[in-house]
C-alpha cells in the first residue's frame, strides 16, 4: 500500500514539475520569436490597460488581452486629419478608407501580434449620431503586412447613403486574443459636383489642327475651386459620327486640359464629346457641342484664292497710287530740295558780279560778295572778257565760263547787257540756268531805257534787288536777328529756335552785329548733329518771319 502511495506522488510530482517547465519554454519562446518582438520605436501610451485586468483572472478562460495601435487612417486623397473641437474626421462618400494598425498584447508588456497567415478579421460597426439615423455591420478580412508588422483594414462608405456625422466601432477577432474595439468619428459629405467649360475657335479650315481647352472646377461655400489632376477624355467625331480620335489627359495646377487634334482634309463637320472621370472627392461630368463651323477645303481654296486676288488688287491699287501720287511729289520735292542745296553751294561760290552796257560801255551795276574792293584790274579784265564774248560767240544768249587768276568767271552775253559773275569755283548748271534768267529779266524790265539809250545807273538799288531775287544773293550777305520780334512769333520747328539762339551766340561772340550764313551752319551742325535739310527748313522759316534779315553793303 506504502509503495502504492509512493509511485501515486512520485506522478503526481512528475506531471506538476513538467508542466513548470512546458510553461517557461513556451514563455521565453514568445518573448524571443519574431511574433513576440516588443515594439521598442512606439510604446503604446494605453498601456494602463493592464490595471484593469483582474491579477488573478486565468488566460485560459478569455484570452490575452490585447488592445488596437492605429497608425493611420486614410482616403485616396491622403491620411485624414482630426478636426477639433468635435474630433472628427472628414471624407467622401463612396471613397474607400483605409485603415493601418498594429496589434499589441497587454499581458505580454505590449508585445506585437503578428498574423503571417492572415487569420484575423475586422467587423466594422457604424452608427449615424445626427439626422436620420442609420447603423449597420460591416466585415473585412485584415491583410498583415510582414515589413511594417501591421494590419490593413478597408472600409468601403459607399454603404453610408448620407451625409453626416457617424461613430465607427472597429472589432478585430483573431485566435483567442480578446483584442479591446477602437472607435473613432468619421464626417461624411457627398463628392463635389463639378463643372466643365470649353474655349474652341468659332471655325477651323479641314485639315489644320484643332487646339481644344477644358478647364474643370467646383464650388464649395460660394468659392470656385480648380480641379487638379482630374482625368478627362475627349472624343472627336466627324461628318455624322465618324470616330476619328479619342485621349485620356490630366488637368494640371489651374484645372486646364488642352487637347490638340489634327482634322482630315476630307472634315465637313465635327462634335466633341468630353468626360470627367469620377474620383473619390468629385462626381463625373460631362459636355459635348457641335458648334464650331468647318470650312471645307474646297471652300478654303475658293477663299484662298478670292482673299488672294483681293490682296493683289489692294497691293496694285496701292502702287499705281504710289508712282502716280506719292513718288512725283516725293521726286519733286527731293528735285527742290536738290535744287536749292545746289543753290546754297553756288552761293558760297559768289564774289563779285557786273553788269555792262554793251553800247554805252559803261559798268551798270558792280558789286562784291566778299568784302573787298573792286579794282581796275578786275574791271578791265571783264571788258576784254566782253570783248572775247563779242568776237568769238555768234548766237544770242549764250554763256562761256573762262579763268581768272584761279578763280573763274561767268559771262553771259545779252541783247543789251554782258554781265560777268567771278566764283571761286567752277559754275553749276544750275548757276548758269539762273544767270541767264537773270539777263532775260533784267533786259525785259528795262528794254525801254535800253532802246532809247537811256542810262539804268540811276536804278542801283532796284537792280540790286533784282539781282538778290534771281540769285538767292541775300543768303550770302551778312545775316542780322530782330530782337524785338522774337516774343511776337510762333516758330513751329524747335530747332528754328535753336538756330536764332546759335545766331544770337555768333553775335556777341565776333562783336558784331552780323554773320553770315556759313558760319551759322557750321555751328548748328556742330552743335545739334543735324543735317542740311533741317537747315534750310529752319532758315526759311526765320526768314519770312523777318527774325533773320541781310545786311545791305554797297560797294
Do not use: W
Not at 483572472?57 to 484570452?63: A, I, M, N, P, Q
Not at 459607399?158 to 472589432?171: A, C, D, Q, V
Not at 489651374?254 to 468629385?282: A, D, K, M, Q
Not at 539809250?453 to 542801283?460: A, G, I, L, S, W
Amino acid at each position: 500500500m506504502n509503495n502504492k502511495n509512493s509511485k501515486f506522488f512520485i506522478i503526481i510530482l512528475g506531471v506538476f514539475f513538467f508542466a513548470v517547465i512546458s510553461n517557461q519554454i513556451c514563455y521565453y519562446s514568445l518573448s524571443n520569436s519574431e511574433y513576440g518582438v516588443v515594439d521598442t520605436k512606439e510604446k503604446s501610451g494605453n498601456s494602463n490597460f493592464s490595471n484593469l485586468l483582474d491579477p488573478f483572472s486565468s488566460d485560459t478562460e478569455k484570452g490575452n488581452l490585447s488592445y488596437i495601435k492605429m497608425r493611420s487612417i486614410s482616403d485616396p486623397g491622403g491620411i485624414l486629419t482630426i478636426k477639433y473641437p468635435d474630433n472628427y474626421s472628414q471624407t467622401f462618400i463612396g471613397s474607400n478608407l483605409t485603415l493601418n494598425f498594429r496589434l499589441k498584447d497587454l499581458d505580454f508588456n505590449d508585445t506585437l501580434i503578428l498574423d503571417p497567415t492572415n487569420q484575423a478579421n475586422a467587423v466594422v460597426k457604424y452608427n449615424k449620431t445626427n439626422g436620420i439615423k442609420e447603423n449597420g455591420t460591416l466585415y473585412n478580412q485584415l491583410i498583415f503586412e510582414n515589413k511594417s508588422k501591421s494590419y490593413t483594414a478597408i472600409i468601403n462608405t459607399s454603404y453610408f447613403s448620407k451625409e453626416g456625422n457617424y461613430t465607427i466601432e472597429i472589432n478585430v477577432d483573431l485566435l483567442d486574443y480578446e483584442i479591446i474595439p477602437y472607435i473613432f468619428k468619421l464626417h461624411l459629405i457627398d463628392k463635389f459636383n463639378v463643372s466643365i467649360s470649353i474655349y474652341t475657335p468659332e471655325e477651323i479650315i479641314a485639315g489644320e489642327k484643332l487646339t481644344l481647352s477644358i478647364i474643370a472646377y467646383y464650388i464649395n461655400q460660394s468659392e470656385l475651386f480648380k480641379l487638379e489632376d482630374a482625368l478627362i477624355i475627349a472624343t472627336l467625331k466627324v461628318n455624322e459620327g465618324d470616330f476619328i480620335y479619342s485621349s485620356l489627359k490630366k488637368t494640371n495646377i489651374n484645372g486646364i486640359v488642352v487637347f490638340e487634334i489634327l482634322l482630315p482634309l476630307y472634315t465637313r463637320n465635327i462634335s466633341l464629346e468630353f468626360e470627367l472621370v469620377s474620383n473619390y472627392n468629385h462626381v463625373s461630368g460631362y459636355l459635348s457641342t457641335s458648334n464650331i463651323t468647318v470650312i471645307t477645303y474646297s471652300e478654303f481654296i475658293i477663299l484662298f484664292i478670292t482673299n488672294l486676288m483681293i490682296i493683289i488688287l489692294i497691293t496694285l491699287t496701292l502702287l499705281l497710287f504710289y508712282l502716280k501720287m506719292i513718288l512725283p511729289r516725293k521726286r519733286g520735292k527731293m528735285k527742290i530740295l536738290d535744287e536749292y542745296k545746289q543753290k546754297f553751294e553756288d552761293l558760297m561760290k559768289y564774289e563779285q558780279i557786273l553788269i555792262l552796257n554793251k553800247d554805252t560801255k559803261n559798268l551798270i551795276f558792280v558789286k562784291s560778295y566778299n568784302n573787298k574792293e573792286i579794282d581796275k584790274e578786275i574791271i578791265n579784265f571783264f571788258k576784254s572778257s566782253e570783248y572775247y564774248l563779242k568776237n568769238n560767240i555768234k548766237s544770242q544768249d549764250l554763256i562761256k565760263e573762262i579763268s581768272y587768276k584761279n578763280k573763274f568767271l561767268l559771262l553771259v552775253d545779252g541783247k543789251y547787257t554782258t554781265t560777268g559773275l567771278l566764283l571761286n569755283k567752277q559754275s553749276s548748271n544750275t548757276l548758269k540756268s539762273q544767270l541767264q534768267e537773270l539777263i532775260h529779266y533784267f533786259e525785259s524790265k528795262f528794254k525801254y531805257k535800253f532802246e532809247n539809250m537811256d542810262e539804268v545807273t540811276n536804278k542801283f538799288d532796284e537792280i540790286e534787288k533784282i539781282i538778290e531775287d534771281k540769285l538767292n544773293i541775300s543768303s550770302i550777305l551778312p545775316l542780322t536777328i530782330e530782337y524785338d520780334k522774337i516774343d511776337k512769333v510762333f516758330l513751329k520747328k524747335s530747332y528754328s529756335l535753336d538756330i536764332y539762339g546759335i545766331a544770337d551766340k555768333l553775335i556777341k561772340k565776333k562783336s558784331k552785329n552780323f554773320f553770315y550764313l556759313s558760319e551759322l551752319f557750321y555751328e548748328f551742325s556742330k552743335q545739334t548733329n543735324k543735317g542740311f535739310t533741317e537747315f534750310l527748313i529752319a532758315i526759311n522759316e526765320l526768314k519770312s518771319n523777318r527774325l533773320i534779315t541781310p545786311l545791305r553793303k554797297i560797294i
